[in-house]
C-alpha cells in the first residue's frame, strides 16, 4: 500500500543510517519501528492474532530498549500498550496461555511501579519467550 510504503522506506532508511554510524540505541529503535511497519504489510495476508503476538514481542523488545535507556515514561507507556496487546490476543489463545501472560504482566506491573528496571528487564525477556512458544488456538 502507498502510504504504508512510504514508512517502510523511511524506517529501513532510518535504521541503515544508524548502522552506518554505529549507534546501537538509534539502531535497535530503527529495528523495531522497521518491524512494526514490516508487520502492517503482513496484516492483509496473515491472521491477526498472528500479528497481535508479534507486535506484542516487538512491544517487549521496545521496553527492554526503553529500560536500558532508563526511561521510566517510556516503560510506563510500553506496559499500556503490552497490556492493551494481551486484551486482543485473550480470545484466541489457550487459557493456560493467557494465565501465564497475566501472570507474568502482573509482576511486570508491579516492577514498572516500583521503578525497578532490572525487574522490569527481567521480566520482559520472560514475556519475549513465553509469548514465543504461544500459538492461537484453531
Do not use: K
Request: glycine letters at 6%.
Amino acid at each position: 500500500p502507498t502510504m504504508i510504503g512510504q514508512r517502510v522506506d523511511d524506517a529501513v532508511a532510518a535504521l541503515a543510517g544508524a548502522v552506518d554510524r554505529r549507534r546501537a540505541g538509534q539502531a535497535g529503535q530503527a529495528a523495531i519501528e522497521t518491524a512494526r511497519w514490516s508487520l502492517d504489510l503482513q496484516l492483509q495476508h496473515r491472521p491477526v492474532v498472528e500479528i497481535d503476538l508479534a507486535r506484542f514481542d516487538l512491544w517487549c523488545a521496545q521496553l527492554l530498549l526503553d529500560t536500558a535507556n532508563r526511561d521510566q515514561a517510556a516503560v510506563t507507556g510500553d506496559l499500556f500498550a503490552i497490556d492493551y496487546i494481551r486484551d486482543r490476543i485473550g480470545p484466541a489463545i489457550e487459557a493456560a496461555d493467557l494465565a501465564r501472560l497475566n501472570e507474568q504482566l502482573e509482576a511486570l506491573n508491579a516492577a514498572v511501579g516500583d521503578a525497578d528496571l532490572a525487574a522490569v528487564s527481567d521480566t520482559a525477556q520472560l514475556l519475549r519467550r513465553t509469548v514465543g512458544g504461544i500459538h492461537p488456538r484453531t
